[in-house]
């Protein structure tokens, strides 16, 4: 079922062509041809292309209809959405048929209203008659078609064969199938199908995992999953797309089956990974009833995954701060005190550290996972209260060397394109992203351009499910070894280059001709080729020729990459290279081409925008840049310093020297995200005052001295950024449950430290934002009210925002190449560590883990697991399922072993989304020459069988016991004082 909220039309706008180039239009089409139709007797105006259904939904005209929804291709198997259109024959279906001009369409008439009725007559023929106790009822569409077509009477009882009894005649029914409850989230119950077909549409359709099939004929028709399996063991992703697409309760969520139909609905955006789902929070007073994907989202179009769609119960979790706590020491009991008491407390600890340390001694780290608005606040916060630049946001470790490369080659650090843009691409490049895992809406948008005839090249050293999936195979998979990646550009750029594939005239027009010409004698040495690079890389040589021959000859070409380019020790130096690719083949500046950086998190690219790094300003401005400072200066009232702060790594090392001292962390847990955690861990203990804010005792907390109560998302006013550059409004449907949002909490901090604010709302925020930040300037909460969302730069000359970024010209002015030299990681293996480990993400966790695996989600991965090759696997005598010892030049954990050929040989690969694993215990302080972005995809280890925990793990997991005790200790005596 859809929201509450939602009219449905019935069929799809039709599609007309794309009209590329018009950067100040949310949808930049061109405009389709009208046609004029006559139904009932109304004249009605639509595009070419209109359904005759979906004209007269426009025109208020509802024609009853149940196969039919406008999120799917119109299908025409329900037969209720008959209509009688002159000088046609019969009674078509309005779904199926198109407008024309001068069509004369009849939808009333007895003759209609006796086909509609039987047709509904015989749907309920073999329908339980459950409607008061159904969890559908008052939000059901066969009800309310039933009333429609006037049905009040059924003549066909359930004597005969049905599917809807147990037993039929005293015997079993043959025909009955129970309801499915094994998926968390959703129950399956056959005997309310109709078979309508629009589940099975939805998976194929919408979600591209074609987990869903119709089996049988006849009567004997039903939906299967997969074959004959339960939805827990079937193909299934559970993102929900057939939960919604269900007309009747076959497809019910179970906190719809518990709580009853929702009363209101909020719009709002998902706190996830970087797509940036627009969803509908249906509710019953503060209580969340179910999470509904909305229709009209701009990044996902009424689609939606398992995290956004129902992993919702984090923000309910008994597991919730919600009072401040503070604490002398780490091994001392928390204690609960009042928010005043907190901030003071906090506020009088920096400034005591200052007095001792210097103003440099302070710092804090910003979160991906909050709004705009937060995040400028604590950065304003740290330049303004604490008087320097030491802010830092956890873009640090995963897209720094995007804002780097993209800066110096573009001139913007962002993105180029709209998600929508992937529907124009002929040639898709995955490189060092896993779409389907770490963006699952997004990739399905991708494999339904596959779907369509797209060509497919995928770089990744691991098996991703891109690489073959159902009806989608890549047409080049190339297979590389972790550290290569710009080895691997450099022999694409020479083929290019050698065999004359270069867009000349796009880049004379477009590019510094110098430095294009610099690049090409470079890239065209004998010692990029494919051939030389082949005992680097570890990929065919003729493989690497076909696929640069592919994107530069197939049309539209559309690069996608995420934290496998990144977080490498030359990640920056790929993204350049990235660059450098895409102009010298013309794949900059319209749809259906670009560079598109994958964010993991829900914020990345505001936290960014905000200026949240240690040497830029909001808005990408450069600390030691007079005139942007003076701007900032003279709005908040205060000298800044124009020296760039410490970044994360600095305040590590800072603070085991015993000059970094105090530090507040918003809402990121660099306890169990950042790498190597040994040195992590020592760096917070050497500190004297830590403040956390966030929902958990999570594990950096356990470090903490002062703990400040988070809000969830759904407590929130403001805004999120996406991996599209979409600024989308962030509503609150719940208070914050600690009372203080954290936004407040932060100014709070700031008056408390001697630097006033006075925000009454997130909204004058935002204003500040718009006026200090060019690409910002014509946001502000009422347009995003009014369009849903915008996409910077939103501006003067683009006051709608700007779908496709660089179409005339570069930001920078002319495209600038950069030489992309390969150099080998300084992580080596060798007989001791004769094994490379490589890191990623998971469908069902997210990130660190704290949210989802307070979630249903932990049933599909309730352990970060190893996976080794079967050839590794053997020589080493591991089986699938044994434990195993991992050890690196920094420390070693044990996880489950599971043998597969994803991996190639010599290769390994594990997640990180639970803190006991010790994932980064293993990984090392290699980084990024130029922004420090740790070096996790390149790790030398060792891998042998053992039988017992690590001796970090069992070291770590009583250290939490511990941690968790003290934390139990505050809530009891709490409940003392208030019994």
């Known amino acids: 079922m859809f929201s509450i909220i939602d009219r449905d039309l019935g069929t799809p706008a039709p599609r007309p062509p794309r009209n590329v180039g018009q950067k100040t239009t949310i949808a930049a089409e061109a405009p389709a041809k009208q046609v004029t139709l006559s139904i009932d007797g109304r004249e009605v105006t639509v595009p070419e292309g209109t359904s005759v259904m979906r004209a007269a939904a426009l025109a208020d005209i509802n024609i009853p209809k149940l196969c039919a929804t406008d999120t799917l291709e119109a299908f025409g198997s329900c037969r209720l959405c008959l209509v009688q259109i002159e000088g046609m024959r019969g009674y078509p279906a309005s779904c199926t048929t198109l407008v024309a001009d001068g069509m004369k369409v009849v939808t009333q008439n007895d003759k209609l209203a006796d086909l509609r009725r039987g047709v509904m007559e015989l749907y309920i023929s073999d329908h339980p008659l459950d409607c008061l106790t159904c969890p559908a009822n008052g939000h059901c569409e066969l009800q309310d078609m039933a009333g429609a077509v006037g049905l009040r009477e059924v003549r066909y009882g359930y004597d005969g064969d049905n599917h809807v009894h147990a037993k039929v005649n005293g015997k079993a029914n043959e025909r009955f199938q129970p309801k499915d409850e094994s998926n968390p989230y959703f129950t399956f119950d056959p005997s309310k199908c109709i ?143 009042s928010w005043q008491e907190a901030i003071d407390h906090a506020a009088a600890e920096f400034k005591r550290i200052q007095a001792k340390a210097g103003r440099g001694a302070v710092g804090a780290i910003t979160s991906s996972r909050c709004t705009n608005e937060e995040v400028y606040v604590v950065q304003k916060m740290v330049r303004a209260a604490f008087g320097n630049n030491n802010v830092d946001t956890c873009a640090r470790v995963c897209h ?170 030359q990640g920056s130096t790929m993204v350049i290279g990235i660059a450098n690719l895409a102009m010298a083949t013309g794949n900059v500046g319209r ?205 003067d000359e683009a006051p709608l925002g700007t779908p496709t970024m660089h179409i005339d010209a570069f930001v920078r002015g002319k495209g600038r190449f950069l030489l992309t030299e390969y150099v080998p990681t300084h992580e080596k293996v060798n007989a001791q560590y004769p094994l490379i480990l490589t890191t990623g993400r998971i469908l069902s966790q997210y990130n660190v883990g704290a949210q989802t695996r307070r979630t249903a989600n932990s049933q599909w991965h309730s352990e970060d697991v190893f996976e080794i090759h079967p050839h590794d696997a053997e020589t080493r005598g591991v089986a699938d399922g044994d434990w195993v010892g991992i050890e690196s030049r920094s420390g070693n954990t044990v996880l489950r072993a599971r043998v597969t050929e994803r991996v190639q040989p010599g290769v390994v690969y594990t997640t990180f989304h639970h803190p006991f694993s010790g994932a980064n215990v293993i990984t090392t302080d290699n980084s990024d020459w130029a922004t420090n972005c740790p070096e996790f995809k390149v790790t030398a280890v060792q891998v042998t069988r053992v039988s017992q925990p690590s001796e970090w793990q069992r070291r770590y997991r009583a250290f939490s016991d511990e941690q968790q005790q003290l934390l139990r200790k505050a809530h009891d005596a709490d409940a003392a004082i208030a019994k």
């Open 400 to 569: 720094s060397p995007t804002g780097y490369g993209l800066k110096q080659t573009i001139g913007e650090s962002a993105g180029t394109q709209t998600f929508d843009s992937v529907m124009q691409s002929d040639v898709i490049v995955v490189i060092g992203a896993n779409p389907t895992d770490g963006h699952p809406v997004f990739a399905s948008a991708m494999k339904r351009r596959l779907r369509q005839g797209a060509k497919l090249i995928v770089a990744d050293p691991r098996g991703i499910d891109l690489v073959r999936t159902p009806h989608i195979e890549a047409d080049y998979h190339l297979k590389l070894k972790p550290g290569t990646n710009v080895a691997l550009i450099n022999s694409l750029a020479h083929v290019i280059v050698t065999e004359g594939l270069v867009k000349e005239d796009y880049v004379a027009e477009r590019c510094d001709v110098a430095s294009f010409n610099k690049w090409r004698d470079f890239v065209a040495q004998a010692r990029n080729s494919p051939e030389a690079m082949e005992a680097v890389t570890g990929v065919p040589a003729a493989m690497v020729r076909g696929a640069a021959r592919l994107y530069a000859t197939g049309g539209n070409g559309a690069i996608y990459y995420g934290l496998g380019v990144t977080e490498h020790s």
């Open 195 to 337: 078979v309508c077909s629009r589940c099975v549409r939805a998976c194929d359709e919408q979600q591209g995992t074609l987990a869903l099939t119709i089996q049988g004929r006849g009567f004997d028709s039903k939906v299967s999953p997969s074959q004959n399996d339960d939805f827990m063991a079937s193909e299934c992703v559970s993102c929900g797309a057939c939960v919604a697409a269900c007309p009747t309760a076959t497809l019910s969520e179970k906190t719809l089956i518990a709580k009853g139909q929702a009363e209101h609905s909020i719009t709002t955006t998902c706190a996830y990974c970087g797509v940036g789902c627009s969803f509908r929070a249906e509710m019953k007073g503060e209580e969340i009833v179910r999470m509904v994907p909305n229709k009209d989202g701009h990044a996902n179009h009424g689609h939606s995954c398992v995290k956004g769609r129902f992993a919702i119960g984090y923000a309910t979790h008994k597991d919730r701060i919600t009072q401040p706590m503070i604490r002398a020491k780490i091994s001392d009991p928390w204690r609960e005190v």
């Open 591 to 795: 749809e259906g081409v670009g560079i598109n950086p994958l964010r993991g998190q829900n914020n990345v690219q505001g936290s960014c925008d905000m200026g949240s790094f240690p040497h830029e300003l909001p808005g990408y401005r450069h600390v030691s840049d007079a005139g942007a400072r003076r701007e900032f200066e003279q709005d908040w009232q205060v000298t800044l310093s124009n020296e760039p702060g410490l970044r994360i790594p600095n305040m590590f090392e800072a603070a085991l020297d015993g000059e970094f001292l105090g530090l507040y962390v918003h809402g990121e847990d660099i306890a169990q995200s950042d790498p190597n955690t040994q040195h992590v861990t020592a760096a917070l203990s050497a500190m004297e005052c830590v403040v956390v804010q966030d929902l958990f005792l999570n594990e950096t907390a356990k470090f903490a001295h002062v703990f400040l109560p988070g809000s969830s998302f759904l407590e929130k006013d403001g805004t999120f950024t996406n991996a599209e550059r979409r600024i989308s409004p962030v509503r609150q449907v719940m208070r914050p449950k600690s009372g203080v949002g954290e936004w407040e909490a932060t100014q709070m901090l700031s008056n408390a430290l001697g630097y006033p604010m006075h925000y009454t709302s997130s909204a004058e925020i935002m204003d500040e934002i718009a006026r200090l930040t060019p690409t910002f300037k014509g946001v502000s909460f009422a347009k995003l009210d009014a369009l849903g969302s915008v996409q910077w730069p939103c501006n």
